[in-house]
């Protein structure tokens, strides 16, 4: 009775297996040994084995090399502070909205989502106008003389406000869903015991909403590692290729008007899929651990 | 909800086969030509189909990333289409990879369609190793638009007299203009620096080989640097285009396109002229060209190659259209005809000299120098990194990709065959 | 007393930190729709307004104009359909999926979950190629098949359900099983219920983000009559990347936004009154 094959799980999880496979897998696959050939995306990729893994990751003279290491690092430096705001901020909104007295709250909400419904094209253009230095509000309000865009730290600064006005929304929503969750009785019997806001935050709050934090952070950050349209539309990448994420390159080196070359490209990819795969497991062990 | 399920469903599937019956009868013409510009492209297909006595229509299909899709479909080898408008800059390179099949025969059958009709820079930038692979649309480029009250201003109409600025010329007004206005912008300034190469008569390659760290590539930076350095250029960063509009700019170096954008501010009286240059009689205007040309295909039949010849036939005598897109058509029987003055982009066409003036580089690797050079200009010539040194990453980066390029792959292909 | 008084100060300072929040947000907003109202001459002369000096709507007069190269509402209602279709989908896939992965027990289950999650992560740029190829060995290419079948892959909403479905208490399901109900029944009386809230959020996540992709179906689609509204808005800007009608752009990305935010604005009040997303998270 008991040895009986039971087929049922196969219906549940084998239809978005397949779906998974064709759309996702193969694909990948594709590309994986893509990143092992010389390929112009036109003609058929011919193997060249480590070669493009050894040019990316050694060959201190190649400008693939240099591309991969300031597009890592730059990517790391979006990730690195982009990551935390896009936690934190979303997190303060929803605990703020979530409070008792507060009222409006759908208003608020709506206010803080609907820039990311704007198209990244637009999106771009109305904070370009807001930094221009002299139709802008920016330098007019604060009197300074920057050109924000072409000057670090501020280039940085730009791609930023941009990227968390336009992506708080998501994990703001999420917050707020499981913020409301918390059961009303451990604030009261927390009250009772004479807790404060703030540790009721910390001893109440956070460990509730632990698998929302885990996974908006896995997610966030591996969709911050992704990121290019943001520093394309403000800042071109520069000054000096300072703003140049890896993804730029990656997209440059396989579409751009030259001849393409998409094996290095796939290359750069697939390292960059490791990094993202080795940091988010990073990020699942850790808090799964801490927390329990 | 489970009826507006099943509903959704239903049209779904009934959609779906919808998409599958595909035209025999159009002959599907791919244009990257997104904004206004493909509206007047539209008009004019549209227009050709009207009069137009073949069975086959022409379907004009839009593309906002053209040259991805078209990769894709060449790859897979399905849905190519008939007909294709392409950049100057890509003929070499699809040219060498077999992508382009020759216009021989449409040449053969429309006796009109000959160098001799058409701006020669155009039609020879189609030719690659003495076969025409394209017909040419247009010639767009460089344009050097100025200000004309701000010109007043400071005095100084007599720059356009020989209708070349010169730097000596942008130069001389150092010191003399009021806070917050400039002399020139940085719109383009990757294409200004390529018509300088040719004014001090260098080029982007040797022997075939990228030649981007050249003498005449960093006089030219140094030069356009020292206008930057004055004050006179417009700040890194900042939009050098909205600028001029805005009235605080005397010269704008973008395309010849841009006439329509500008005309659309109501507070700015221009004209259009040469992108300045070291000495008033060698001018160049680095320029581009839309071309028509046929990805290989092998269902194209006969019998579109015919429409598509007529269809190129009609181009060549009406369209006249297309120079309200702001671009320099290239049939000559337009572009000399009186109806062409009106608009502001004849300048490049009114005499042989401006008509030489207008270069399209054929360089194999173009892509790859046009590129470095737009990924370095702005912080070289706004002093953000040191000349030599940015030259050398720059010939470096150009090497390295001409050396990943397609030259590999054939080699790749023959050892492998050894 | 005491408490009373500490609620308050912290309800102040709620409403503080939301006005000053929604205030640097809703700028922006205004004055990107403001300037769909202005015309070129005033974008580039007035400097920084937050309302146009003369409002004018001739933005909005030659988006509606042009109906054969740019049918606005056209791919408005091509995206509605897209979205809507794929959202349903989403909806059932993943709760179906996320079903098996947490309530069922076969051999290699979580190792399996987290091989496909890990394999998606791997960035997506260099596949458009083999992507394509499948789509057009479907034969897909041109319909909205291509826009709606492949995002039903994706692992983060399957991630995110599979977890609250794992914290919904067994003895529900298992009393049920007693009774002789069947997992699809188990599935559809008991989980859906339960979980209905989250797949509200992740219905709202797949509508926005299937309405806003635009590198896709510049690939997948080349009948302008059948495009999706946001890769057909990229056909209104400047071939060179400028952006000659500020305006005009404006505009546009307006009317894009509209049906998304509406669906939003009535959704919201839904999903957060009955969200209840951590019934149970306690490790």
């Not at chain 2, 030509?33 to 379907?59: C, H, P, R």
């Not at chain 3, 992507?131 to 995002?151: C, Q, R």
Request: net charge negative; charged share 15%; glycine share 6%.
């Amino acid at each position: 009775m008991k040895k009986k094959m039971n087929l049922s799980p196969i219906f549940f999880v084998g239809p978005h297996i397949i779906l998974f496979i064709v759309f996702i897998l193969l694909p990948s696959l594709y590309g994986i040994y893509a990143s092992f050939t010389q390929w112009n995306l036109v003609g058929d990729p011919v193997w060249v084995g480590l070669d493009n893994y050894k040019t990316i990751l050694f060959d201190q003279d190649s400008t693939f090399h240099y591309q991969f290491i300031n597009g890592m690092k730059n990517t790391f430096i979006f990730v690195g502070i982009s990551v935390p705001l896009m936690i934190i901020i979303p997190l303060l909104i929803a605990v703020a909205l979530e409070h008792k007295g507060v009222k409006m709250k759908s208003f608020f909400q709506s206010i803080i989502y609907v820039p990311g419904l704007i198209s990244i094209s637009a999106a771009a253009l109305i904070w370009s106008l807001i930094f221009n230095k002299q139709l802008g509000v920016v330098n007019n309000l604060f009197g300074s003389d920057t050109v924000w865009s072409a000057t670090q730290p501020f280039a940085w600064i730009v791609i930023f406000v941009i990227t968390i006005w336009a992506g708080v929304g998501g994990n703001m929503i999420i917050y707020r869903a499981s913020i409301n969750g918390v059961p009303k009785d451990l604030y009261e019997s927390a009250q009772i015991d004479g807790a404060g806001p703030i540790r009721q935050f910390f001893s109440i709050t956070l460990p509730s909403i632990r698998f929302p934090l885990i996974y908006t952070l896995v997610m966030t950050t591996a969709g911050a590692f992704n990121v290019f349209a943001q520093p394309l539309m403000m800042t071109a990448g520069g000054p000096r290729q300072g703003t140049t994420v890896l993804m730029m390159y990656i997209r440059d080196l396989a579409f751009s008007s030259g001849e393409s070359i998409a094996g290095i490209a796939s290359a750069m990819a697939v390292l960059l899929g490791v990094v993202i795969l080795i940091i988010s497991a990073l990020q699942y062990y850790l808090m799964n651990r801490n927390a329990s | 909800m489970k009826k507006i399920m099943m509903i959704l469903f239903v049209s779904l599937i009934a959609i779906g086969l919808a998409g599958c019956s595909s035209d025999e009868n159009v002959i599907e013409f791919w244009t990257p030509l997104t904004g206004d510009d493909g509206a007047y492209m539209n008009e004019l297909v549209d227009e050709y189909n009207e009069q137009s006595e073949q069975e086959l229509e022409i379907k004009h299909v839009i593309t906002s990333d053209m040259y991805t899709k078209l990769y894709t479909v060449m790859n897979s080898g399905s849905g190519i289409p008939d007909l294709t408008l392409i950049h100057a800059d890509r003929v070499p390179s699809f040219a060498k990879q077999d992508l382009l099949e020759p216009m021989t025969s449409i040449m053969e059958a429309q006796s009109e369609l000959n160098e001799d009709n058409y701006l020669s820079e155009a039609w020879t930038a189609g030719i690659v190793d003495g076969t025409q692979y394209t017909i040419p649309l247009d010639i767009h480029g460089s344009a050097m638009y100025y200000n004309k009250d701000l010109l007043a201003k400071y005095g100084v109409e007599h720059f356009l007299d020989d209708d070349i600025v010169t730097y000596d010329e942008m130069l001389s007004l150092e010191g003399k203009l009021d806070e917050g206005d400039y002399v020139v912008n940085d719109a383009l300034m990757g294409w200004v620096i390529l018509a300088q190469i040719q004014n001090l008569g260098g080029d982007i390659q040797i022997d075939g080989e990228p030649a981007v760290n050249t003498p005449e590539m960093k006089q030219a930076i140094e030069q356009t640097k020292a206008i930057a350095d004055a004050g006179l250029m417009t700040p890194y960063g900042e939009d050098g285009y909205l600028m001029f509009q805005s009235g605080n700019v005397l010269f704008s170096t973008d395309g010849t396109w841009s006439s329509t954008g500008h005309a659309q501010v109501e507070s700015l009286n221009f004209g259009v002229t040469n992108i300045y240059s070291f000495e008033p009689d060698t001018f160049h205007n680095r320029a581009s060209s839309h071309l028509f040309s046929m990805m290989n295909n092998e269902e194209r039949t006969d019998e579109k190659e015919a429409v598509i010849g007529d269809f190129l036939e009609y181009i060549r005598e009406n369209s006249i259209k297309w120079a309200e897109a702001g671009q320099i058509v290239a049939s000559k029987e337009v572009n000399e005809s009186p109806e062409y003055e009106k608009y502001m982009q004849s300048f490049f066409t009114k005499n042989e000299a401006e008509e030489d003036s207008l270069h399209i580089y054929t360089y194999e690797h173009y892509p790859y120098v046009a590129e470095a050079i737009d990924t370095y200009i702005a912080d070289l010539v706004h002093g953000e990194m040191d000349i030599d040194e940015g030259l050398k990453e720059m010939q470096k980066v150009v090497d390295d990709k001409v050396a990943e390029g397609s030259l590999d792959i054939e080699n790749a292909e023959t050892d492998a065959e050894e | 007393m005491k408490m009373t008084k500490k609620i308050s100060i912290s309800k102040y300072l709620s409403y503080l930190f939301l006005i000053v929040v929604s205030a640097i947000w809703v700028i922006p907003l205004i004055f990107g729709l403001a300037t769909s109202f202005r015309s070129q001459t005033e974008v580039v002369t007035a400097g920084f307004r937050l309302l146009p000096i003369n409002w004018v709507v001739e933005n909005y007069v030659t988006i509606f104009s042009d109906t054969s190269s740019a049918p606005i509402l056209r791919w408005i209602g091509n995206s509605l359909f897209i979205a809507i279709s794929h959202t349903i989908l989403v909806v059932i896939v993943i709760s179906i999926t996320a079903y098996g992965y947490s309530r069922m027990k076969f051999k290699g289950r979580d190792v399996m979950f987290f091989t496909l999650l890990a394999i998606s992560f791997f960035p997506s740029v260099v596949n458009l190629i083999p992507s394509y190829k499948i789509i057009d060995m479907l034969g897909w290419v041109n319909t909205p098949w291509a826009m709606i079948v492949p995002g039903l892959a994706g692992m983060g909403n399957i991630f995110l359900v599979r977890q609250f479905m794992k914290n919904i208490p067994r003895e529900l399901d298992e009393s049920a099983r007693v009774d002789g109900a069947s997992d699809f029944q188990i599935y559809s009386r008991i989980i859906l219920p339960a979980i209905k809230p989250i797949l509200i959020v992740c219905g709202l996540f797949s509508f926005v983000g299937s309405w806003n992709d635009f590198l896709w179906p510049v690939i997948v689609y080349t009948d302008v009559e059948k495009m999706p509204v946001t890769a057909g808005l990229l056909l209104l800007q400047d071939i060179y990347g400028n952006y000659r009608m500020i305006g005009q752009l404006m505009g546009s990305a307006i009317l894009a936004i509209i049906p998304t935010m509406l669906l939003f604005v009535f959704a919201q009040k839904y999903f957060v009154q009955s969200l209840d997303l951590n019934s149970g998270i306690k490790g």
